[in-house]
């Protein structure tokens, strides 16, 4: 499934961004302009800091001052949410997405901060899901004319292909891009989802998230993107993260069968 037609410009419900970010101060100042800069009326950017040490939540903060001087009062271009700890991707993602709900966003993008996603597909997840009705809109690496970094090893997309499939086997879903972490979703599909339902903290809140969409009926629409490798920075996935976005398929499966 595929989209390719995009806008100049977008006029509709608001757009918010949400951007987990822990030591990404290399990263942001980049990210921020290009997410700021895209052809989207109304678009927010909203970054989830979980106390970086490297100070990125302060360099967030004197960006947002800088994106909101020229706005009317009452509208923002940027925010930034503070978390006293970092205890997974998942968690900071349910408060940025809650947030966003709550401020009155009509559609809530994830999107990672190193730079491995490409920003100017968001106009096309966009129309993709006001032309097809979609709930979800995936960013895909696995649809036909998506891609991986030329720069990735054999090793991590071996890697990253099997947990795909080994999570779609198991919860038997067709999204081909199952752990896919950039995605754009209705805010109607959100709220029915209930975010504070969710139980994974790390990376497998992505497969949870689309999968509870699936089994509730919404419709999920992929575009293909090229996935990039992190602009600066090291990556932040762990045994331990592995560990649960093995089990968690699993443990889905049971929870719903």
Do not use: C
């Not at 977008?10 to 700021?36: D, I, S």
């Not at 071996?158 to 979703?185: C, H, K, M, P, Q």
């Not at 919404?218 to 649960?244: D, N, W, Y």
């Amino acid at each position: 499934m595929t989209e390719r037609d995009s806008h100049d410009g977008h006029a509709g419900p608001p757009v918010t961004v949400v951007m987990p970010t822990y030591n990404e101060a290399a990263n942001l100042p980049r990210m921020a302009e290009l997410v700021l800069g895209l052809p989207v009326d109304g678009l927010h950017l909203k970054v989830v800091d979980d106390s970086s040490p490297d100070g990125t939540g302060r360099l967030a903060e004197e960006l947002a001052e800088k994106y909101n001087a020229d706005q009317p009062a009452g509208r923002r271009r940027m925010s930034v949410l503070h978390r006293t700890e970092k205890d997974g991707l998942g968690r900071a993602y349910v408060a940025g997405m809650t947030a966003a709900l709550a401020e009155g966003a009509g559609y809530v993008v994830q999107m990672d901060a190193d730079g491995s996603h490409p920003v100017e597909a968001v106009p096309r997840m966009l129309d993709a899901a006001v032309a097809r009705g979609a709930g979800l809109v995936v960013g895909s690496r696995y649809v036909e004319g998506g891609s991986l970094d030329e720069d990735w090893g054999l090793h991590r997309v071996l890697l990253s292909r099997f947990a795909n499939r080994y999570a779609r086997a198991v919860l038997g879903t067709e999204i081909r891009d199952i752990t896919a972490g950039f995605n754009l979703w209705s805010a109607a599909t959100l709220r029915e989802l209930d975010l504070a339902t969710l139980d994974s903290a790390g990376y497998s809140f992505q497969v949870e998230l689309k999968y509870k969409a699936v089994r509730a009926g919404h419709r999920a629409v992929e575009i293909p993107i090229r996935f990039g490798e992190r602009t600066e920075g090291v990556s932040k996935m762990t045994l331990r993260t592995q560990l649960e976005s093995a089990v968690v398929p699993i443990r889905l499966r049971l929870k719903h069968r």
